[in-house]
């Protein structure tokens, strides 16, 4: 067990909407980063927060965006959400930027 | 730009068999880290190990071992009489220098090795 705490496991939703992923980093972790899992692209580095504050950006659509929150733990917003947008989405989180990333379980998002 | 190269798609072994992955690099970074991940077919991504760019000391850890060499951009990844459980994905991942705002936490993953170890 990574001590990274993703839910839901998994989601089942139609295009068009709007969905909310929830990350919770291990305990004294200030680092949170999203990543997403698809077949056509394997694993892309989507966006990092520092202890509130985003950091950096990859590969993450305008329609995706993230927030950490003051208790440390992060949310991923998916909206007007596309068939393509099904993948899996993992959650990481590292003490500090010098740390490696320690991996949650993800949330397997089912676009219909 | 940088690149993580893992050319072997599948590899298929009967337990007891040792086994190799490949891992070629691109990178301009002087520093750099390189990293494998493990993902059991459950689906979640556990860390194995992280060499940073000055470090090509070879590391073994019980039958797992690395090489990394500068000189061939490779990081190669040893599993030593192979086991069931050792079926997965392997990655290997590539992150550059630390600076500024930088993280080694944005990393650049390879397409993957899928590992079936057949008993």
């Known amino acids: 067990d990574s001590g990274v705490t993703q839910t839901p496991k998994h989601l089942i939703t139609a295009t068009g909407q709007r969905v909310t992923l929830r990350c919770s980093p291990r305990s004294g972790d200030l680092s949170v980063y999203w990543y997403q899992q698809s077949l056509d692209q394997g694993l892309q580095f989507l966006i990092q927060y520092y202890n509130g504050e985003e950091r950096a950006k990859g590969n993450i659509l305008e329609r995706f965006s993230a927030q950490q929150f003051p208790d440390l733990h992060s949310e991923l917003n998916l909206s007007s959400l596309e068939l393509g947008d099904s993948a899996l989405y993992f959650c990481a989180s590292s003490r500090d930027r010098n740390s490696p990333l320690h991996f949650g379980n993800g949330t397997r998002l089912t676009v219909t | ?119």
């Open chain 2, 1 to 119: 730009a940088q690149k993580v190269t893992q050319a072997q798609t599948e590899i298929s072994v009967v337990e007891k068999e040792d086994v190799t992955l490949d891992c070629v690099y691109e990178t301009r970074d002087t520093t750099y880290y390189l990293f494998w991940y493990k993902q059991p077919p459950s689906g979640e991504l556990v860390f194995l190990i992280r060499r940073n760019s000055f470090d090509e000391q070879n590391e073994i850890s019980g039958r797992y071992s690395w090489n990394f060499q500068k000189s061939t951009s490779s990081f190669n990844f040893t599993i030593t009489a192979s086991q069931v459980v050792d079926s997965a994905v392997y990655f290997c991942a590539l992150s550059g220098e630390v600076k500024g705002g930088g993280s080694q936490g944005n990393l650049i993953f390879g397409k993957g090795t899928k590992l079936s170890v057949k008993p």
